[in-house]
Structure formats: C-alpha cells, structure tokens
C-alpha cells in the first residue's frame, strides 16, 4: 500500500486551512475529509479479495502530490488550535480519533484524516489517512500535501470468502490470499502472526513496504464474530491495513487491536 509507483502525477499542493475554536466532532468520527478518488494499481488482486462497493483493494504507500477534493478543508494536523507546530511526540500519537462504523469501532490516530464518505462508513469502510509534508527527513502530519501512512478498513463479501473454500477458518483464508494479495503489496516478512480483535483470533501479515519512508506495513485479517448486512451485501471476514512512516509502528498495530470492538 502506499507504494512510489503509485504516486500520481504533481498537481497543485492544497494548504492546510487552519481552523478557530474546537474541532467539530460528527457521530462517526472527529475529522473527516471529503472522499478522494485516486487509481490504485493492483486489479487483478481485487478479483480474488472482493470487498463492498465504495473502495478499491490493495493499498497506495505514498500518494505525493495529489490534490484532495475536500469541501472541507481540515486544520493542520501538526498544529494545535492557537499553537505552533507539534512536537515530535504529536507527530507520532496513535489515539485521539474514535472512528465508529454499524460493524466496528477503534481509537485511532488523532493527527489522520478520516478520508471515507459517510456512504461508505455505512457499509463498514474506514479510512484514515495521514497527509503531511516531509521536513528535514520528517513526515510532519499536516494535513494536506501526500498520503504517508493510514489505517484502512476493508470488508469482503460473505460470496467471495465463501469461495476460499476454508469457511471462517482465519489460517486458510490467510494462506488463500498470501500469494494472490499480500504479497503484490511487497514482501512478505511474517505471514501468520497471532493477535485477537474484539475478543475474536486476528492475523498480523508483515510486509516490506517499498516506499523509503516506510516504517511498518501490515495487514490485520479477522473473520467477525457475525455476518453484518451492509446494502445488498453480507460481510463477515476484514482486512485492516496499516502503513506508518514512524518508528512506533508497531504501537500502531496494538492500538487498533487493542480498542477494537465489533457492533
């Protein structure tokens, strides 16, 4: 996800709009960024881990220079309402947001921008993702300029688990896509990695990203403890993929499973 041959062409940079007084909090999220479309690479990928209509697998590592289409321009992550720029502790935080879907629910990072449509958040997508600007060899997270990082979401269709042929056995599934999806992300360091989210067995797939500024890239899989309606489709199994440009982000990857829950 993320990687530099998925970068698109330079465009205008947006600058970020900082805001007066409190941040506004919705129902679902405390930030949100107006859906951006861009090409992800990887299709013939999508065809075997097919997912609810509204996102596209796999996952972009930097998306430089990409302008958002944002409604809504968010204040600059890096800063604090009346404050400067953040320390380097801010730049590295990896709570702050709850992020709430009619499936599950976590506390991520509060310097990512919740880039998912309310449409989409309905039928159990998330997407948060860190923009910013690279300073002196440092991504600071401001909120406008590329994609360095993100927590991404992704329910795939009952139909197509069921076609695995493994049922809800979460070590097959993760066998069946090791070949066909994890590994056209980069490669594979760790497939089978034992964690738990929401009470449930979860697998950590580590994977070498190949964008320099990438710390930790992994993939978070679950079957849910119930199949969930979304629109026309039922979901059960999910993907949750995690790209940092810090060093903490193994931190990142225990905090999402850590305040995991399911609906």
Same mark, same amino acid.
């Given at each position: 996800?993320?990687?530099?041959?998925e970068?698109?062409?330079?465009?205008?940079r947006?600058?970020?709009?900082?805001?007066t007084?409190?941040?506004?909090?919705?129902?679902?999220?405390?930030?949100?960024?107006?859906?951006?479309?861009?090409?992800?690479?990887?299709l013939?990928?999508?065809?075997?881990?097919?997912?609810?209509p509204?996102?596209?697998?796999?996952?972009?590592?930097?998306?430089?220079?990409?302008?958002?289409?944002?409604a809504?321009?968010?204040?600059?992550?890096?800063?604090?309402?009346?404050?400067?720029?953040?320390?380097?502790?801010?730049?590295?935080?990896?709570?702050?947001?709850?992020?709430?879907t009619?499936?599950?629910? &976590?506390?991520?990072?509060?310097?990512?921008v919740?880039?998912v449509?309310p449409?989409?958040?309905?039928?159990?997508?998330?997407?948060?993702?860190?923009?910013?600007?690279?300073?002196?060899?440092?991504?600071?997270? +401001?909120?406008?300029?590329?994609? &360095?990082?993100?927590?991404?979401?992704? =329910?795939?269709?009952?139909?197509?688990s069921?076609?695995?042929?493994v049922?809800?056995?979460?070590?097959?599934?993760?066998?069946?896509?090791a070949?066909? &999806?994890?590994a056209?992300?980069?490669?594979?360091?760790?497939?089978?990695e034992?964690t738990?989210?929401?009470?449930? =067995?979860?697998n950590?797939?580590?994977?070498d990203g +190949?964008?320099?500024?990438?710390? +930790?890239?992994a993939?978070? +899989?679950?079957?849910?403890?119930?199949?969930f309606?979304?629109g026309?489709?039922e979901v059960?199994?999910?993907?949750?993929a995690?790209?940092?440009? &810090?060093?903490?982000?193994?931190?990142?990857?225990?905090?999402?499973?850590?305040?995991?829950?399911?609906?």
């Amino acid at each position: 996800m993320l990687d530099q041959h998925e970068r698109t062409s330079q465009h205008e940079r947006p600058t970020a709009v900082p805001r007066t007084g409190h941040r506004p909090r919705t129902r679902l999220a405390t930030r949100r960024r107006a859906a951006v479309g861009r090409s992800l690479s990887g299709l013939g990928v999508a065809v075997v881990l097919t997912v609810v209509p509204g996102c596209a697998l796999p996952f972009v590592e930097t998306d430089e220079g990409a302008a958002p289409a944002a409604a809504d321009s968010p204040r600059s992550a890096g800063e604090s309402a009346g404050s400067g720029p953040a320390s380097e502790a801010v730049h590295t935080i990896v709570s702050g947001q709850p992020v709430r879907t009619p499936c599950w629910s &976590y506390e991520g990072p509060a310097t990512f921008v919740n880039n998912v449509s309310p449409d989409q958040e309905e039928r159990c997508h998330g997407a948060l993702e860190l923009w910013g600007e690279v300073v002196d060899g440092t991504v600071l997270p +401001t909120g406008a300029g590329a994609v &360095y990082g993100q927590v991404k979401v992704e =329910p795939v269709r009952v139909s197509t688990s069921d076609a695995w042929g493994v049922g809800t056995d979460l070590q097959g599934a993760v066998d069946a896509l090791a070949d066909s &999806y994890f590994a056209e992300n980069g490669s594979i360091l760790s497939l089978h990695e034992a964690t738990t989210l929401g009470g449930v =067995p979860a697998n950590i797939t580590r994977v070498d990203g +190949t964008s320099e500024k990438t710390r +930790t890239k992994a993939f978070i +899989t679950a079957f849910a403890p119930e199949r969930f309606a979304t629109g026309t489709d039922e979901v059960q199994f999910f993907v949750i993929a995690i790209v940092s440009p &810090y060093d903490n982000g193994d931190e990142l990857v225990d905090q999402v499973t850590r305040t995991w829950t399911w609906s």
